[in-house]
């Protein structure tokens, strides 16, 4: 089993504003469908909330919440970091999709990093938690394709756990 978290950031580590992405970058999100499509997806409830609330197609919802009544239609539900890496291990690999605080919980345990750089300072709310990138070693990097619909610089980054 590994475990990857997948996110969007701006250079000033802002990753949400109001429970939303503060930007549209409709080949980020055609990267992030690529990358998560077959796979578990596991999330907090208000990024599940954000998502309009329903799962994504092709792939499997684990959402983590501290709410034993929340039991949204179409999802897994786990209620504690335990329990979310115990059925992260039944797969070959977790994809941990938000928000902030699951990223923090998750981040100790992650084996790859995959991130889009968006190279401006955005407004937002929500910040991506501390990473110490000593730990983390490069293995590639794409440029994102600036256009009409996609109105930032902005790179795709994977990287590994250092051995």
């Given at each position: ?22 930007w ?13 499509l ?47 890496l ?9 994809m ?22 968006i ?11 501390e ?16 256009n ?11 990287y590994?756990?250092?051995?």
């Amino acid at each position: 089993m590994s475990i990857t978290m997948i996110w969007a950031m701006a250079s000033n580590g802002v990753i949400g504003k109001n429970n939303d992405m503060p930007w549209h970058l409709p080949l980020d999100f055609a990267y992030f469908k690529a990358e998560t499509l077959g796979k578990k997806m596991l999330m907090g409830r208000k990024t599940w909330e954000s998502l309009g609330g329903k799962p994504l197609k092709g792939r499997t919802s684990l959402i983590l919440t501290r709410d034993h009544s929340f039991a949204p239609e179409g999802a897994e539900v786990v209620y504690s970091l335990e329990e979310a890496l115990a059925e992260g291990r039944k797969e070959e690999e977790l994809m941990v999709i938000g928000g902030a605080e699951i990223y923090s919980l998750m981040l100790p345990y992650a084996d790859k990093l995959q991130v889009t750089r968006i190279y401006a300072d955005i407004e937002g709310d929500t910040k991506f938690p501390e990473v110490d990138w000593s730990l983390w070693n490069e293995i590639s990097s794409t440029q994102g394709i600036r256009n009409e619909q996609n109105p930032y610089d902005y790179r795709f980054f994977v990287y590994e756990r250092r051995e």
